[in-house]
Structures are given as structure tokens and as C-alpha cells.
């Protein structure tokens, strides 16, 4: 049940949608994930609120798409590198500049995430 | 001192006062919080910025409320499903639908909170 | 590769340049970290989406700028209370009270990172 925010320019809007299915392709790709885990949240910007280095560490960036993933412990270093690529793969695809792209994953565990099941809803309710 | 990022559509702007009451409550019935210890950032989101399954993994969604609560590892697996459950009861309390609601928690410890004292404040401008 | 977000009120917009600079300075000195290692993302927030204690845990707030910051696993409880001390004086310095100021610092590893190279880039559009 990963959680992804991404957070890029207001000149990108009309690009969300499409942004949006590659960032979660590569997801679905790198971490062997269903597809129907789908949960994203955009943020557009306006010039100031993003600050970003040109070109640290290796890079040469002349825009920013910050995606940060919050996931479970469930993957090793190479999947979670395969799945950066991935995405990365996913957007380059889609006309963003590799280099503009930053990757950060969180994680946490399973007991971390609580998302009501229907059940859930049906006992609340019947209280 | 946990931080709770509240991410939801601009719909629900009014509900802003009784969403932020809920979610406190059921922090502090669920973690046994003070209730002073009280750290929300909301968003409100135009159409397009939250995307999410209408299903996954067991729900009947047809708007989302992410809750994402970064707090100290301090709290058992039990403590934190119950602090869940405590906060989607309060939400559907206010009128929101138990699927509707998602809710990650990340941990850290105590060294990564800096919350400056008054001392602190003081020795600074004494400086 | 610190990540780090600024969360503060629509009121401060005209400081986020040396809001900015001031967090960054803090990093630089209390982590001795490069200085072109700058990754920030700010939202301005209008009244009602920031919610706070103006007391917890020993403080005197009349405002509130939050701080999160997502970095690699490298430091010790030392080194991360030296740096929010550092944040915080950078931001009274700049004008903003201590007490308003409040840090949370996530940890991730390495692998968690993934910001393509120009090598990685170049292979890429040469697919």
C-alpha cells in the first residue's frame, strides 16, 4: 500500500495524469505490486516553494519532480533501486528529463497502515 | 509529539475544525497522548491532486482522506491498529465514510524531535 | 541528500528565500553536510490548515513553521540535536521566534535514494 507524493511545478498540471500512471507503472514494475494499489497524492507549486540544487549529486537539472514514496519493509536495496529506475524509465517516457527526477523512499510496517475494510465500515456503523 | 499530515479534497474545507477534533481524539484515546500534544498540517486538494484505488485492498471509496502521522517509536503494533480504529470512529462520527479514510504511520525517535523550549528561546536572544 | 519540508503560514511568503537559506546553513553546519546539497520543498498554508499547541512541550507560539526533514541514517542523536539547535538559531536570526519552530527529522538508508546521474540519464534516451 504505498503512499506517494509528489510534489512538482504548476506547469505540469495538464502532465499530472500521465505522470501519474508512470510514476505508478514503475511501481507496479520494480516492486511486483497490484495495480490496483494505486494511492497518490500531487502537489503543484508555484516558483519559490521548490528549491533544488542544479546539480548535486551528479546531475543536470533545470526542474524538479520530487516523488517521495512511503512503502512497507518489504523490499531489498536492488528492488527498491530497480524500482527507482523504473519510474524514472517511466517518466522519461513521458518527456520529463531524467536529472529533474528525485527519488525518496520511507518505510514503515504493516501494522503502520490502517485502511477501514468494508467490514470495518459495516461494524462502525452498527454501533 | 506526533505531526499529522491531513491530505482532502477542497470539499470538505468546512469540515476542517471537526476533522482536525476527530483525528486528535483518536490519537489521544488511542496512544494515551496528552491533549495538548497537538500538531496537524492540513492540505486541501483540488480535483486531480489525490488519486487512489476505489477498492483496494477491501473498501467501497468514492473520496479519500489520507492521514499520515509521523510519531516516535513508542507504540506496539496493538496501540497503533487501535489508535486507527479509534480514528476512523471519530471520523465517521463527523459524517466521513470509514472507507474513505487511509492512514500510514512512519516512526522515528526521540532525538529527531527539536521543539525549542522557552529556555531555548531565551538563550538564543541572549547570545 | 537530505529532504527537507517547510510547512508555514501564506504570511511569511516574502521569507522564504532566507527561510530557506537559514534552514540550509543549519543543515551544512550541525551535519556537516556539502552545501550544494539542497533539496526543500515549501507550502504556504492560509489559517485553519496549521494546526498547533501554542504550549507543548514547553513552549510560548504564536505561529508555527514546521520543519521535517527526511535524511540517510548517518547520524547520531548528537549530531541531529546539534543540527536542529543550528535550524533554529539560523531562524531566529532571520527573525522568526524559536519557540515557533518545531523539527522532525525521518530516517532512511542509502538505497532509499535514487536521483539519476547524467550516465544514467544519457542511457536512458539512448534506449
Redesign the interface.
Known sequence: ?P?VRI?MHQHL?DK??VI?AAVHRGLVAGLGM?E??????????EP??????T??????RDD?V?V?I?LARLYD??Q??A???A???EL?AEGV???N?????????????????????QQ??S?
Open positions: 500500500m503512499l510534489d498540471a499530472r495524469a501519474s497490484p490496483d494499489d494505486l494511492f497518490q497524492i500531487f502537489r503543484l507549486h519559490g516553494d521548490l528549491v533544488y540544487s546539480t548535486f549529486p551528479d546531475a543536470d524538479i520530487f517521495q512511503l536495496a536492488a527498491k533501486q524500482m527507482g529506475a519510474v524514472v524509465r522519461v528529463k531524467a536529472d527526477v528525485l527519488i525518496a523512499c520511507t518505510e514503515n510496517e504493516g501494522p503502520d497502515w490502517f485502511a477501514p475494510s468494508r467490514d470495518f465500515g462502525v456503523l454501533r
